[in-house]
């Protein structure tokens, strides 16, 4: 069997839906730093930049759709897990748990407004 031509060349954003786009905004905006690039004007929505990846922020049932928090966790890069938790922590963000040290990184997971999660990530050893 012959493997397929990937035509996929990337992932241009992740969805993250929301019950309060104005005080996800903020969340995204105000309390983890990410500029927001785009506002949605037909919808309650819109775009935060992480670097390499967008968070697509919209109100779920603005689009027909039944709002469910993610539970799977979208990971965002730091360079120090344990000063990037402290910074969220003296914003009120709280954490679940201890900072986990898997032998290769730091993971620090969380939650946004809407129960959304997410984790502080920073990977100290060389891919094997």
């Known amino acids: ?3 397929p031509t990937s035509r996929i060349t990337g992932v241009d954003f992740v969805f993250v839906p ?3 786009f104005e005080a996800a905004s903020e969340f995204y905006s105000g309390v983890l730093g990410l500029p927001c690039s785009a506002t949605y004007g037909r919808v309650p929505g819109g775009e935060f930049e992480t670097g390499n990846l967008t968070l697509q922020v919209v109100e779920s049932e603005a689009i027909g759709r039944k709002f469910e928090p993610s539970t799977h966790p979208i990971a965002l ?3 120090d897990v344990e000063a990037a938790r ?3 922590e003296a ?3 709280s954490f ?4 986990l040290d898997t032998g290769v ?3 620090a997971l969380f939650e946004d407004p809407d129960g959304n ?3 502080l990530h920073h990977r100290y050893a060389p891919r094997s």
């Open 96 to 99: 679940s748990g201890e900072t």
């Open 86 to 88: 402290a910074e969220l």
């Open 77 to 79: 890069h730091v360079d």
């Open 91 to 93: 914003n009120g963000v």
């Open 18 to 20: 929301t019950t309060d």
């Open 1 to 3: 069997m012959t493997s």
């Open 105 to 107: 990184c730091h993971m």
């Open 117 to 119: 999660a997410l984790l």
